[in-house]
């Protein structure tokens, strides 16, 4: 079981460019999620979906898109790329709201 | 506001000895917190978890304390290893916050010295 996969690893945009981030999980869980991690704030949530079908914003949303594909898959969109948005990306999965998350190995974005 | 607040960026300590790491918090609604730790390059992994109707748990060489009229939890870990070093989160987690998503610390930096 590979866990929580995420593509790219690295990615580097130019101001006002678009991105797709993928996320897939193997674990069968419900629940997925997107945080981004900047330097001494911690994970903060952008979106999350508690089930197939669903998604909510999360913490920091603005700028972003999501699409729960189907129970697996979870992406996360820029559509018109900020250096604000120069981040690591995380993508987590947990059985149920309330269970621990899993969570990828990241995606370091770089916008310019 | 932050929600959960992890004061000390960063924390010393010799292997063999505890180190102890704290988290603060200022909703009351919170019923449940997490500790993950965090190689660099790597995600997250879940360390060990703590339900407000406890105040402690307990996980090998890793205790989780809760003292919930203070607002705090901490995360002992004894004894240290070099291996212990990572970036360490506090979350918590509570019904009010909308459906139990999980809001996280700012973390916390160990590192073990041999």
């Known amino acids: 079981n590979a866990g929580v996969t995420q593509t790219p690893k690295f990615q580097v945009l130019k101001t006002g460019q678009s991105m797709t981030l993928q996320c897939a999980q193997d674990?069968?869980?419900?629940?997925m999620y997107w945080y981004r991690q900047d330097p001494g704030m911690g994970l903060r949530l952008i979106y999350y979906?508690?089930?197939?079908?669903?998604?909510d914003k999360g913490e920091v949303p603005n700028g972003y898109n999501v699409s729960r594909l189907n129970k697996r898959e979870f992406s996360l969109r820029l559509e018109s790329a900020a250096p604000s948005q120069t981040s690591v990306y995380f993508c987590?999965?947990?059985?149920?709201?309330?269970?621990?998350?899993?969570f990828g190995p990241g995606t370091r974005l770089t916008v310019t | 506001d932050q929600q959960v607040k992890q004061n000390s960026p960063s924390l010393s300590v010799q292997e063999g000895r505890i180190s102890i790491l704290n988290c603060d918090y200022t909703?009351?609604?919170?019923?449940?917190f997490l500790w993950y730790k965090k190689y660099p390059a790597e995600g997250p992994t879940f360390l060990i978890s703590?339900?407000?109707?406890?105040d402690k748990n307990e996980d090998g060489r890793f205790t989780v304390f809760l003292n919930k009229s203070a607002k705090h939890l901490s995360l002992h870990i004894v004894p240290s290893q070099p291996g212990d070093s990572a970036v360490y989160f506090c979350?918590?987690?509570?019904?009010?916050?909308?459906?139990?998503?999980?809001?996280f610390g700012q973390g916390t930096e160990l590192s073990v010295k041999p």
């Open positions: 674990m069968n869980h419900n629940s």
């Open positions: 909703n009351s609604m919170f019923d449940y």
């Open positions: 703590i339900s407000s109707i406890k």
């Open positions: 979350a918590a987690s509570g019904l009010d916050n909308q459906g139990g998503k999980l809001i």
């Open positions: 987590a999965a947990a059985w149920g709201h309330r269970d621990e998350q899993y």
């Open positions: 979906s508690a089930s197939e079908g669903t998604t």
